[in-house]
């Protein structure tokens, strides 16, 4: 069946450092894939997504490209901020409107 | 996108009741959903909130469990019933946009004593 593998947190990483977190799946057909971000204590805010192979989504410096020979989505950001702590999950959109999140990866930026 | 609320956004419950959650949006939407979110895991889908009919559960998910209401296209409940510590949870509502994407409430973070 179709399910999402990210790499395991917590990520810890200084301020300006480069960021890349690791997601991968597995589908029937070509879904769309999304990255959701969530602060601590909020519930989850769509930061990106791509529909088709070859798309990148990009917002807030955060961009991942669709690459369906690798059937990745990985999360990149040139320059972390410290109010870029929060935990990042990668989402698979099946059967239409359902979806299934990755595990969660955590990010804490130290100063 | 839209503005989704919850209330309440925290409760504390004893074992054995029920706790009836709300989900408000800002404008009418056809696709609601609810999820749950258990500490430290990631999100599962418990169901759909269908207007006008019944909802449609996931596996492992039963009405008896998880009663839900839709009474119109802005407005769904979640009641979590006969609850136990394994209840304990963050349960998201969500809405559909219209690049499928899904749109996520600020949750509400339940503990069963």
Known sequence: GDSVTQMEGPVTLSEEAFLTINCTYTATGYPSLFWYVQYPGEGLQLLLKATKADDKGSNKGFEATYRKETTSFHLEKGSVQVSDSAVYFCALLYNFNKFYFGSGTKLNVKP | ?113
């Open chain 2, 1 to 113: 996108s839209a503005v989704i609320s919850q209330k309440p956004s925290r409760d504390i419950c004893q074992r054995g009741t029920s706790l009836t959650i709300q989900c408000q949006v800002d404008s009418q939407v056809t696709m609601m959903f609810w999820y749950r979110q258990q500490p430290g895991q990631s999100l599962t889908l418990i169901a759909t909130a269908n207007q006008g009919s019944e909802a449609t559960y996931e596996s492992g998910f039963v009405i008896d469990k998880f009663p839900i209401s839709r009474p119109n296209l802005t407005f769904s409940t979640l009641t979590v019933s006969n609850m136990s510590p394994e209840d304990s949870s963050i349960y998201l509502c969500s809405v559909g946009g219209e690049s499928n994407e899904q749109f996520f409430g600020p949750g509400t973070r339940l503990t069963v004593l």
